[in-house]
């Protein structure tokens, strides 16, 4: 079994960029989850296997790409235009199966969570 561990976050200003990282599951839907101080866990985005889908919660669209490397195993979170908003703690899971979805009941493995702080 993968153990799955996110890696790319930190502390960054209003504006800038991101990209976390987390190993990837063959012929498994993989995403990414938030949680903020306070409030329950949300989606973010999904990337279906082999990569051809994707889904993406609105606070997050046009801002956010996932995307996966299917050679080298990986899932991609390149977040641009950060917000204070978009402070969390970030999540990798593995899909029960290859179709995108943004429920969390439909993912069967987590990350221990990666810290995001957007702060000037």
């Known amino acids: 079994q993968v153990r799955l561990e996110e890696s790319g976050g930190g502390l960054v200003q209003p504006g800038s960029s991101l990209r976390l990282s987390c190993a990837a599951i063959?012929?498994?839907?993989m995403g990414w989850f938030r949680q903020a101080s306070g409030k329950e866990r949300e989606f973010v985005a999904s990337i279906s296997w082999p990569g051809r889908k994707t889904s993406y919660a609105a606070s997050v669209k046009g801002r956010f790409t996932i995307s996966r490397d299917n050679v080298k195993n990986t899932v991609y979170l390149q977040m641009n235009n950060l917000q204070p908003e978009d402070t969390a703690v970030y999540y990798c899971?593995?899909?029960?199966?290859?179709?995108?979805?943004?429920?969390?009941?439909?993912?069967?493995?987590w990350g221990q969570g990666t810290q995001v702080t957007v702060s000037s």
């Open positions: 899971a593995q899909g029960r199966n290859s179709i995108v979805s943004e429920f969390s009941s439909e993912y069967i493995s």
């Open positions: 063959s012929h498994f839907t």
